[in-house]
C-alpha cells in the first residue's frame, strides 16, 4: 500500500539496492522502497504501475514490465531483485495491456476494437486495414452476349472507391457473372472489416 503523502509519520532509513538511504517518509510496507531517484520523497510497492522499484532490497536490480493481460508485452516498468513467477515481462512496448490481443508484431486482424479502443493491434502506431482492395462488375453494353468489365477483380469490398473503415461492415464481392439479357450477376457476402 502506498503511504499517504504529505503525511510525516516516521524516519527510517531503508537499503535501496544496496545504497543506504536516510530521510524522512510515512509508514512504508514491508517490500517498499523510496523511489528511483532514491530522494526520499515517496515509497512504491513491489510491482505498483508507474514505478521503477520494488521487491526488496539488492545490489543489482533487474528491469521488468508488468503484463497484466498475460501476453508477453509488459508497459509499466519495475526494478525487481528476483525473476519473477508471473505478471511480468522482459519485453515491453504493450500499448494496451488489458486486452492480449494487442502487442508489439501482433500479426492477426481483428474486426472488434481493442479493450482501450482502436484498432492498433501490433503497436506500431497505426490502424491498418486488412484490405483496401474495391472492385465492381458492369456490363459492357452487349446484353446479347454480355462481358462483365471488371470481373478479374474478386474477393475486394463491393465498392467503385471506398473500403470500408475498422469495424464497419459492407459488401464484400465473391464473383461476377455475365448473364445475358440481364447483365452482370454477383455474388457477395457481408463482412466486417479487420485491423491490427
Ligand atoms: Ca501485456
Ligand atoms: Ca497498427
Redo the contacts with the bound molecule.
Keep these: 500500500m502506498r503511504p499517504t503523502l504529505g503525511i510525516v509519520v516516521g524516519v527510517v532509513t531503508l537499503s535501496a539496492c544496496g545504497t543506504s538511504v536516510p530521510g524522512t517518509y510515512g509508514t512504508p510496507d514491508a517490500g517498499d522502497l523510496p523511489d528511483a531517484a532514491s530522494d526520499a520523497s515517496s515509497f512504491s510497492d513491489a510491482g505498483e504501475a508507474g514505478t521503477t522499484e520494488g521487491g526488496s532490497s539488492c545490489a543489482s536490480p533487474q528491469t521488468w514490465y508488468i503484463d497484466a493481460d498475460g501476453d508477453g508485452y509488459g508497459a509499466a516498468a519495475v526494478q525487481l531483485c528476483a525473476t519473477p513467477t508471473s505478471g511480468y515481462a522482459s519485453k515491453n512496448g504493450d500499448c494496451d495491456d488489458t486486452d492480449a490481443r494487442a502487442y508489439p508484431g501482433?500479426p492477426a486482424y481483428f474486426d472488434t476494437p481493442r479493450k482501450s479502443g482502436g484498432?492498433?493491434?501490433?503497436?506500431?502506431?497505426?490502424?491498418?486495414e486488412e484490405s483496401t482492395l474495391t472492385g465492381a462488375c458492369h456490363p459492357d453494353g452487349n446484353m446479347a452476349n454480355p462481358q462483365c468489365i471488371g470481373a478479374g477483380n474478386m474477393n475486394v469490398w463491393y465498392s467503385e472507391t471506398v473500403a470500408p473503415a475498422c469495424g464497419e461492415t459492407a459488401g464484400w464481392l465473391i464473383s461476377c457473372t455475365a448473364r445475358p439479357a440481364i447483365g452482370c450477376g454477383i455474388i457477395s457476402e457481408t463482412r466486417t472489416q479487420k485491423?491490427?
Design positions: 501482433q484498432f492498433d493491434f501490433d503497436c506500431n502506431g497505426d490502424e491498418q485491423c491490427k
